[in-house]
């Protein structure tokens, strides 16, 4: 670290650098809380021995089309986490060319060593310890009172930066939530999930009291591009050419690999339904791209998001 520059103020050109290439909020996890509530072989010191800070930073999730297209559309175009992996990549490279510290963007990959549904490092653990966002009664997803729906990557470095504090209050449920849930007993996430794998309880003060999601239920039906290796055991196992042919050319299983061509972000479907009906995820403040760039030509010419960044104490 530069010798004029304290640990904040070494905290606040970084959480700047991430504004500034356009991550809408950005923080610093409380790496002792991660690694205790990390489970061992997913701790930030499992992937980084000497990692003494942790840095979140989200992105937006959709633009205001993409919540307008059918299901069947918004499966392949609706992600920007790439966009944030992007710029946790150039973050550490920042912070290694700036202050001098080893620097290393998170892998948001599975670990193969444990399967497909075990990351690595939760992503998702880091934005919230980082106060990026609070869990939700769609399968705790994590939402922003501001941004609304984000997409996390996380930036593990050798120097040591103050953290921020989790989120004091869950914008989870929306008032209008709670309201229909007092009359039919669901959230609007709950009523229109395709497969009812969402359900839990509201307290009398309007908090979530209890949170249910049936992965697998949500898996089977939107997931369904997982069970690539079993197409290709099936398709080796074929008895001849023709019908090697038909498993590899099947409708869904070519869907795969188009997707894998093009590049779209993964090889499994994905549903957002619950996200399309939530008014935290398409109705928060700065959770707009149009009703953004309209506030920023409103005032004084900064990066996309430079306000949303975690301050110190936030």
Not at 146 to 154: L, R
Not at 172 to 190: D, E, I, K, N
Request: negative net charge; proline residues 7%; charged residues 20%.
């Amino acid at each position: 670290m530069r010798k004029e520059e304290t640990p904040a103020e070494a905290k606040r050109a970084i959480l700047d650098y991430c504004l500034g290439k356009g991550a809408l909020a950005a923080g610093v996890a409380d790496l002792e809380a991660i690694e205790r509530i990390a489970p061992a072989g997913h701790r930030p010191s499992d992937l980084m021995p000497r990692v003494r800070s942790v840095i979140s930073l989200g992105v937006g999730g959709q633009t205001q089309g993409a919540w307008t297209v059918p299901a069947k559309a918004m499966a392949y175009f609706g992600s920007t986490e790439t966009r944030a992996y992007a710029i946790a990549y150039g973050c550490a490279f920042f912070i290694e060319s700036r202050f001098g510290a080893r620097s290393i963007y998170c892998p948001p990959d599975l670990d193969n060593e444990s399967g497909p549904r075990v990351p690595l490092q939760s992503l998702k653990l880091h934005a919230e310890l980082a106060g990026l966002g609070a869990r939700s009664l769609a399968g705790d997803i994590l939402l922003h009172p501001e941004f609304g729906y984000m997409y996390f990557a996380s930036v593990f470095t050798e120097l040591e930066l103050p953290p921020d504090a989790p989120m004091a209050e869950n914008p989870c449920p929306h008032v209008s939530c709670v309201a229909l849930f007092r009359r039919t007993g669901q959230t609007p996430c709950m009523k229109f999930c395709p497969v009812q794998c969402l359900s839990g309880d509201i307290d009398e003060h309007g908090r979530q009291a209890e949170m249910h999601y049936d992965m697998a239920a949500c898996a089977e039906m939107s997931e369904q591009y997982e069970a690539l290796p079993r197409m290709l055991d099936q398709a080796i196992a074929a008895g001849d050419a023709a019908e090697r042919e038909a498993i590899l050319t099947d409708l869904d299983n070519s869907m795969a690999w188009y997707k894998m061509s093009v590049g779209s972000g993964g090889l499994l479907a994905q549903c957002f339904e619950c996200m399309r009906v939530c008014p935290i995820a398409i109705g928060a403040p700065g959770a707009d791209p149009i009703r953004r760039a309209a506030l920023n030509h409103r005032t004084a010419p900064e990066p996309e998001g430079s306000s949303g960044g975690s301050s110190e104490g936030s």
